[in-house]
């Protein structure tokens, strides 16, 4: 179940999904990306920000007469605009983005975009009644955290915890946290079991994934 709500939370992802570094291992992964940002105050707060990805995602992905295809693009979408895709690719590669080429790199995120979508965005069909809660945030060394709760009529509320970096003067998702457990660790694993299976080699992963997407 856990899995199943980070993204009507996108929701990730979207994270869960989508999503994606919590934990002090994020520090020696710093995105390249980051070198290149602007110290400028970002256009909107992060809260702004999670608030308008929950009702694009309820918009664009919970109506029923939407086809599976429609759906998915919709939440590949929504990752392009809110999730920074780049950082979430090197931190779900481990040490192992390392020996993989710009290029490579770029076809692995696409990849798993598409592999979150394929796993996720179906989901959103079940979405009926639910509510999503906004609360506070806080900042965090050079990152803004901020805590959402899930709201079941049927179950207990479930703790959303987006992790949002400023880049240029726009915040963008680099995890969610879903009940303490973060959506971006688990997906590391995952991956670098594949990779470690290959003998160190990225690329059975990327063959991995396109296999499932169908690509």
Same mark, same amino acid.
């Given at each position: 179940?856990?899995?199943?709500?980070?993204?009507?939370?996108?929701?990730?992802?979207?994270?869960?999904?989508?999503?994606?570094?919590?934990?002090?291992?994020?520090?020696?992964?710093?995105?390249?990306?980051?070198?290149?940002?602007?110290?400028?105050?970002?256009?909107?707060?992060?809260?702004?920000?999670?608030?308008?990805?929950?009702?694009?995602?309820?918009?664009?992905?919970?109506?029923?007469?939407?086809?599976?295809?429609?759906?998915?693009?919709?939440?590949?979408?929504?990752?392009?605009?809110?999730?920074?895709?780049? !950082?979430? @690719?090197? &931190? #779900?590669?481990?040490?192992?983005?390392?020996?993989?080429?710009?290029?490579? +790199?770029? =076809? $692995?995120? %696409?990849?798993?975009?598409?592999?979150?979508?394929?796993?996720?965005?179906?989901?959103?069909?079940?979405?009926?009644?639910?509510?999503?809660?906004?609360?506070?945030?806080?900042?965090?060394?050079?990152?803004?955290? !901020?805590? @959402?709760? &899930? #709201?079941?009529?049927?179950?207990?509320?479930?703790?959303?915890?987006?992790? +949002?970096? =400023? $880049?240029? %003067?726009?915040?963008?998702?680099?995890?969610?946290?879903?009940?303490?457990?973060?959506?971006?660790?688990?997906?590391?694993?995952?991956?670098?079991?594949?990779?470690?299976?290959?003998?160190?080699?990225?690329?059975?992963?990327?063959?991995?994934?396109?296999?499932?997407?169908?690509?």
């Amino acid at each position: 179940m856990k899995s199943r709500i980070a993204i009507p939370a996108l929701a990730a992802a979207i994270v869960s999904v989508t999503g994606l570094m919590a934990g002090p291992a994020f520090a020696g992964n710093a995105p390249s990306a980051s070198s290149h940002t602007v110290e400028v105050a970002a256009s909107r707060s992060a809260t702004d920000v999670i608030k308008t990805l929950a009702s694009e995602a309820i918009v664009g992905l919970t109506d029923q007469s939407l086809s599976n295809d429609t759906r998915r693009q919709n939440f590949v979408a929504l990752m392009d605009r809110y999730f920074a895709m780049d !950082v979430i @690719s090197r &931190f #779900v590669l481990g040490r192992y983005w390392r020996s993989i080429s710009e290029e490579e +790199l770029n =076809e $692995f995120a %696409d990849l798993l975009q598409d592999y979150l979508a394929l796993n996720y965005a179906s989901q959103f069909k079940d979405f009926n009644g639910e509510q999503f809660v906004v609360g506070d945030e806080k900042q965090q060394n050079k990152d803004t955290f !901020v805590n @959402s709760q &899930f #709201v079941r009529p049927d179950g207990p509320p479930v703790s959303i915890v987006w992790r +949002l970096r =400023e $880049f240029g %003067d726009e915040y963008k998702i680099i995890d969610v946290t879903v009940e303490g457990l973060s959506m971006g660790i688990t997906q590391r694993d995952e991956f670098t079991a594949v990779i470690q299976k290959n003998g160190g080699e990225v690329s059975a992963l990327t063959e991995n994934l396109r296999a499932k997407v169908g690509k």
